[in-house]
């Protein structure tokens, strides 16, 4: 049995979406519990959720600290949009709008406030808090990206140290603490700073099944496969890059391939950082061309694919940065490029660090990320095994598992490139081992005799790229050495002796190239798109009216559903996930009016097209309660009428709910009274209109079921409207 059931009701009603994420509903339980929490999940798991929706349920305010202004902004905004009153109180705003909200908080019309650590813990507003506690009640402290307390984390914030004064100063609030960061030793230390006392603690998996991960080796050709990923996907993306120099030449380059991206990174000023993450945001531009700086903070939940066109320094930021993408649950894509320069680099810096113990874990976090580049296993079991997670592999979602790299024998080849670095002497790289393998012509052959050598040109039939593949798998696979001296030259060991010998085999994994064939589900995905941007073009403009980001309006799941069912009446409409009751209101007519016109240029035939209509309702009254009606109109009480009609009084009242449904003249203050009637639409705004039993237990006995089947039928009125 569950022990909340009408908690579906409750999601849909207020956020459009019909179920659960893993995780939510139970969390969401033990909130309405007032237990402590701590909650750990991935970034787009869905956390905030998980103190939204029970600050509705609950009585008194929600307040929810937030490290981020941009962040609070966005929330805020989202919630507007689904018509919860939420606000925020930040440094931005000026001190006659700080009282006009802090008005609305003491006069409990405030269900969520965002607040900064800061000014929540000041001399100023902790007196302000109290009285709030006092008048409308505090339902919960929940600590937004709780990492930042911990000094192990990677975004450790001094104030958020003093956070624990809220549970002295209230110790019967309940606390919730989120964050997306997973390691053991931050989460006992979040818990620690914060005092929460025996916490349920939840922990999401981190695996996000939505995302599609692949890696490409980076050749010469890395800029001509980066524009087809950005041309090949609709819709935003964030291309990370080392340097920031790199982040300028890749934003060149697509403007000039008509590609509309803008650049990001700590050389520009604090105004042109802003301006270009607020017009990626608002969809008004399409790429990102970032380094690391860009990303903490964002939470746009329609990023549809991240390329990192370098290595990462490490998994744990591969997997947060390539995370952002899809936080909506829609298929996106994460490519990592990456070839053997990337690693030289990295070593460089590695080895300018002062530290060797720094060193020495630097150097472990690179071996992470080249096994995972490197990798032929499927590249969630890598990653989720790095959060000590354990993943049976073949998600089918990985280029691993949807492309499995035929391993090859090149025992000859090997054999072949090992005995020119013998040759050479193991006194030159890799580079030019390929040369002499290739038949090169250039000054360092020559001076060095080299084209004199047996080795010299057998190797032609090879490209550039195929050599250096098979030298990096040597490597990793321990067949072969270079010195660690920054000159990377190739030295042998007992390993290769053995390949020259023939007593060790070597095999390699070899990419295959990707075919794409344009099959029906192609085509149909194709349609699909189509009616989709011209969604999108209308929730651009929806948006920009209203100077919101677009996913407020709706998400891309939301959209693509559209696209999808296409739905014809208000009532489809509502149906589908994402459109809540507000929106539905506030814009259901006009994507409903975009769709038919689509389908009408499309010559899509049906009938029943042009009605938009609210659910199965029919608006005039029957005859029997016309005739219920009249009496009622003439004085009569309930009873009288049901013995003159010699019909039962609930049927009268049904009548008469229906009547008031129907907007027919009924005064409802006659048969309820008014404090009954308020507290029957609280609920029915919290509960949605479901059926009278679990309202009437919600409410208790004290309520009749007519008194909320009336006043269920005036609400029904006021949102049919
Ligand atoms: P996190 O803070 O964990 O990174 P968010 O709370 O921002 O994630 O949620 C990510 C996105 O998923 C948001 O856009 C949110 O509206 C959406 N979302 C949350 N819960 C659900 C749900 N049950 N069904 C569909 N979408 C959801
Ligand atoms: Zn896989």
Not at 48 to 77: H, N, R, Y
Not at 457 to 483: A, F, N, P, Y
Not at 582 to 587: C, E, I, R, S, V
Not at 668 to 673: F, G, K
């Amino acid at each position: 049995m569950l022990q909340y059931p009408h908690l579906e009701k409750a999601l849909k009603h207020h956020f459009g979406y019909d179920q659960f994420r893993p995780g939510q509903r139970q969390i969401i339980e033990d909130a309405l519990e007032n237990r402590d929490l701590m909650v750990v999940m991935p970034t787009g798991g869905g956390k905030s959720l998980c103190f939204q929706l029970p600050a509705l349920l609950k009585p008194g305010l929600t307040v929810v600290v937030s490290p981020l202004i941009a962040l609070m902004q966005d929330q805020v905004e989202a919630l507007r949009n689904n018509n919860i009153s939420a606000t925020f109180l930040n440094s931005s705003l000026n001190s006659y709008k700080v009282r006009s909200r802090e008005e609305a908080i003491m006069n409990g019309k405030i269900k969520l406030l965002y607040v900064a650590p800061e000014r929540l813990i000041s001399d100023r507003f902790l007196p302000l808090l109290d009285v709030v506690k006092e008048k409308v009640g505090i339902s919960t402290f929940a600590i937004d990206e709780a990492h930042c307390v911990s000094e192990w984390g990677h975004d450790f914030r001094p104030e958020y140290r003093q956070l624990r004064l809220l549970r002295k100063r209230y110790p019967d609030v309940p606390t919730v603490a989120l964050t997306a960061t997973a390691t053991d030793r931050v989460r006992a230390d979040i818990i620690e700073q914060l005092g929460l006392k025996k916490p349920s603690i939840h922990i999401a998996s981190f695996n996000r099944q939505n995302l599609y991960y692949e890696v490409r080796s980076k050749s010469n050709r890395a800029y001509a496969e980066l524009l087809e990923i950005v041309r090949e996907n609709e819709g935003s993306g964030i291309i990370y890059c080392l340097t920031r120099k790199k982040v300028d030449e890749i934003t060149l380059k697509l403007q000039n391939d008509k590609v509309s991206a803008l650049p990001y990174h700590a050389g520009l000023s604090d105004k042109e950082r802003s301006e270009n993450q607020t017009r990626f945001i608002r969809d008004d531009v399409r790429v990102m061309v970032a380094t690391i700086a860009f990303g903490m903070g964002i939470n746009k939940p329609d990023v549809r694919f991240v390329v990192h066109s370098d290595l990462p320094r490490n998994l744990e930021s591969y997997y947060q940065e390539s995370g952002r993408a899809g936080r909506d649950d829609e298929p996106s894509k994460c490519t990592l490029f990456f070839n053997y320069g990337d690693i030289k680099t990295i070593e460089w810096s590695i080895n300018q660090k002062p530290d060797p113990q720094e060193q020495l874990i630097a150097k472990q976090q690179l071996r992470q990320v080249i096994d995972y580049a490197e990798g032929t296993d499927c590249r969630r079991t890598i990653q989720l095994s790095y959060f000590g997670e354990r993943f049976p592999g073949n998600c089918g979602n990985c280029d691993n598992c949807r492309y499995p790299k035929p391993v090859q024998d090149w025992t000859i080849e090997a054999m072949k490139f090992l005995s020119c670095v013998a040759r050479c002497k193991e006194r030159f790289g890799m580079l030019h081992i390929i040369d002499v393998l290739r038949g090169g012509k250039n000054q360092k052959i020559i001076v060095n005799k080299h084209d004199q050598l047996s080795t010299y040109g057998i190797g032609k039939d090879k490209t550039v790229d195929e050599w250096r593949m098979l030298g990096r798998s040597l490597l990793h696979q321990g067949i072969l050495e270079q010195t660690p001296d920054g000159y990377s030259v190739l030295k042998l060991n007992a390993l290769s002796w053995e390949v020259m010998r023939k007593q060790r085999p070597v095999l390699i994994a070899v990419p295959v190239m990707q075919k794409i064939t344009l099959d029906e589900g192609n085509i149909k995905a194709a349609e699909v798109e189509i009616l989709m941007q011209r969604l999108r073009s209308l929730r651009k403009q929806l948006a920009d009216e209203q100077s919101v980001p677009p996913y407020v309006i709706f998400h891309d799941s939301t959209l693509k559903l559209m696209a999808q069912v296409q739905p014809r009446t208000l009532y489809e409409f509502g149906e589908l996930s994402g459109v809540g009751s507000h929106k539905l209101a506030q814009y259901g007519d006009k994507f409903l009016a975009e769709i038919q016109a689509y389908r009408q240029e499309q010559g899509i035939q049906t009938s029943t097209v042009n009605q938009v209509n609210y659910a199965p309702v029919n608006n005039f009254p029957s005859d029997t309660e016309l005739t219920t009606l009249q009496l009622y109109q003439q004085g009569f009480s309930i009873e009288e009428i049901s013995q003159k009609r010699n019909i039962r009084p609930t049927t009268i009242i049904r009548h008469l709910a229906d009547l008031i449904e129907k907007n027919q003249p009924i005064d409802l203050s006659r048969l309820v009274t008014l404090e009954h009637q308020q507290k029957i639409w609280q609920v029915l705004e919290v509960l949605g209109d479901i059926s009278l039993t679990p309202i009437r237990d919600y409410l208790g006995e004290s309520y009749s079921f007519d008194e909320i089947r009336l006043v269920r039928g005036k609400w029904r009125r006021e949102k049919i409207k």
